[in-house]
């Protein structure tokens, strides 16, 4: 509950705040937030399946995020930023999806 | 991922005693594949509710607040329409400046266009207006010229009183040319205008103009220079000895204004057409 309740003052303080985003971290923002959402679908599934773990959502999370960033500057310093972000949106979106998939199935049971 | 398996199970257990009854315990003991979904819904509404505070609850809570924050920053980002760009590669926003150039560049012919038609139509109605002016103008000119407008300006006056009656036409016609050659603009005698095409005959004991029969005394008003008109009467051997050796008095006024209001109607001639059109 507490975890939904951050989610929404998040969201809300965002709107809010609308803060400029730095022109640093600018492309790296879209995928990290993908990944991000990836790193709590797998912890929602993590913990229907009763094997959540908040260290390894912490990790997971993290890990996530600065990966996706990394691949994202990697892209951009070689000069095919743009395909391999394409990319790490669609392997995310994958992941996304089979996790909602097993969400889904322990939800409603189908 | 063998690890996770067993300390959420603990966890589970050792914050919710209560809360978890017996039967589920029971169930998921003899039949583990259902189990796992109905567990696993039910672990989803006990995490909701109640709510409790917990080290894993406030961690994820801090995460999902990061996510959530980033997530609407993002959005707000991207949906701001200035901004819209920001997130563009740069050969997007070559593309897209290209494309603005293009756009300008068309923009921009077409104001020229537009702008060289406007011209055009200007100066045309420029042209048709100084046109209809000229037309007025000359219209006014021939009018004083062919006795249809009344005109008036400096000028003199011509008093020929004739009592014996033995002024004839030919003298009012040479007083009349003498006049028309000392540059007299226009000319009338008695309340008759006299134009281009006047006649003058002796009719009994005056004089007709154009069919007029006009008696004495004869006034000229006469518009022109008074310094030429005068002079020209006046010259030895002129106009004024002549009607005078006829036993006429003549006299001469000078006058700043004089004002020829006898009007002929215009009439459209019969025979002859413009040729210039």
């Known amino acids: ?110 | 991922m063998s690890d996770h398996e067993e300390r959420p199970e603990h966890r589970l257990r050792r914050e919710l005693p209560a809360e978890v009854p017996a039967a589920p315990e029971a169930e998921s003991a003899a039949e583990p594949k259902p189990e796992a979904g109905l567990t696993g819904r039910r672990r989803l509404v006990q995490g909701l509710w109640p709510p409790r505070v917990s080290r894993a609850q406030l961690i994820v809570a801090v995460l999902l607040f990061g996510l959530g924050f980033g997530l609407a920053v993002q959005v707000a980002s991207n949906s701001d329409s200035d901004s819209a760009l920001r997130g563009a590669r740069q050969e997007d926003l070559v593309r897209i400046l290209d494309e603005l150039d293009d756009r300008t560049q068309r923009l921009e012919d077409e104001k020229t266009g537009l702008e060289k038609q406007r011209q055009e139509l200007q100066s045309s109605s420029d042209q048709a207006a100084e046109a209809r002016r000229q037309t007025a103008e000359k219209e006014r000119q021939l009018g004083i010229l062919a006795g249809t407008v009344a005109a008036q300006g400096p000028g003199i006056t011509m008093t020929v009183d004739d009592p014996k009656g033995t002024v004839q036409a030919d003298m009012l016609l040479d007083a009349v040319q003498e006049l028309r050659a000392a540059g007299a603009e226009a000319i009338q005698v008695n309340g008759v205008r006299v134009i281009a095409g006047t006649y003058l005959n002796d009719s009994g004991k005056g004089v007709s103009v154009d069919g007029n029969k006009i008696t004495q005394p004869y006034v000229f008003r006469v518009i022109g220079k008074p310094q030429d008109l005068e002079p020209a009467l006046n010259i030895p051997g002129g106009v004024v000895q002549t009607l005078e050796k006829e036993q006429a008095t003549v006299t001469v006024q000078r006058s700043a204004k004089i004002i020829v209001d006898a009007l002929r109607p215009a009439k459209q001639p019969d025979y002859a057409r413009s040729s210039s059109q």
């Not at chain 1, 500057?73 to 972000?85: E, I, Y």
């Open chain 1, 1 to 110: 509950m507490i975890a939904v309740l951050g989610l929404v003052v998040g969201v809300v303080a965002g709107l809010l705040v609308r803060p400029e985003v730095p022109a640093v971290v600018e492309p790296y923002l879209p995928i990290a937030v993908v990944a991000a959402l990836d790193a709590v679908f797998g912890g929602l599934r993590a913990m229907l399946d009763g094997i959540f773990d908040d260290k390894v959502f912490v990790v997971s999370f993290l890990s996530n995020v600065v990966v996706a960033a990394l691949i994202v500057f990697l892209g951009d310093k070689l000069g095919v930023g743009s395909q391999l972000s394409t990319g790490v949106v669609v392997v995310l979106g994958i992941r996304i999806f089979s996790n909602a998939a097993a969400i889904r199935r322990h939800v409603f049971r189908a």
